[in-house]
Nanobody, 116 residues
């Protein structure tokens, strides 16, 4: 049974920082691609950042230069360091895993609120 547990969300002022974590179990983490998505009220869920099993990263243009995705295979955990936060970054942030067989799983989400 796959479990993805996000943590680290909260309320922060504009310009501040947060680090999200996603702890995975039930998958071979080191061979899975990991992504962070977000969904703001009334909007579609969008990809924020992704990191492949090989360590290649990609970012939504809106977060380039401010957010950094990383992974620790020894801890089965993926991180999203978010700096210079803006009110438009307010959303529920979700972790997603995709195995080599293409099976995708989602976490329950963590709320990030950025006040102006």
């Amino acid at each position: 049974q796959v479990q993805l547990v996000e943590s680290g969300g909260g309320l922060v002022q504009a310009g501040g920082s947060l680090r999200l974590s996603c702890a995975a179990s039930g998958i071979i983490f080191s061979s899975s691609n990991m992504d962070w998505y977000r969904q703001a009220p009334g909007k579609q869920r969008e990809l924020v950042a992704g990191i492949t099993r090989g360590g290649r990263v990609n970012y939504n243009d809106s977060v380039k230069g401010r957010f950094t995705i990383s992974r620790d295979n020894a801890k089965n955990t993926v991180y999203l360091q978010m700096n210079s936060l803006k009110p438009e970054d307010t959303a529920v942030y979700y972790c997603k895993s995709t195995t080599v067989y293409g099976l995708a799983s989602w976490g329950q989400g963590t709320q990030v609120t950025v006040s102006s």
